[in-house]
Nanobody
Framework: QVQLVVSGGGLVQAGGSLRLSCAAS????????MGWYRQPPGKKRELVAT???????NYGDSVKGRFTISRDNAKNTVYLQMSNLKPDDTAVYLC??????????????WGQGTQVTVSS
């Protein structure tokens, strides 16, 4: 019912930058929180950043000061600007959105992952 389409990602050298986008579509009444998570090779999924509908943000400790999350509510899109990338940022990045389909039903959806590889 809610689809998340991710774009961006790829291969970048350490110190470089990348921007990810995630657009939500479907029968959406409202979106409360959108966010990014990542799963490094052989490790558990971890929080990268989230942003609420009133632009309250939360970042994982390892990305604070280097990554910036933002959203365009009119487009139901969340962005992740990643700067000063490090090899430890190498992971599959996943988009998440939570909100309401109507006054009674909520949703929580994941987009497809996108690979970010940072070379040293």
């Amino acid at each position: 019912q809610v689809q998340l389409v991710v774009s961006g990602g790829g291969l970048v050298q350490a110190g470089g930058s990348l921007r990810l986008s995630c657009a939500a579509s479907g029968s959406i009444f409202s979106i409360n929180t959108m966010g990014w998570y990542r799963q490094p090779p052989g490790k558990k999924r971890e929080l990268v950043a989230t942003i609420t509908s009133d632009d309250t943000t939360n970042y994982g400790d390892s990305v604070k000061g280097r990554f910036t999350i933002s959203r365009d509510n009119a487009k139901n899109t969340v962005y992740l600007q990643m700067s000063n990338l490090k090899p430890d940022d190498t992971a599959v990045y996943l988009c998440n959105a939570r909100g309401r389909l109507n006054s009674l039903k909520t949703f929580a959806s994941w987009g497809q992952g996108t690979q970010v590889t940072v070379s040293s």
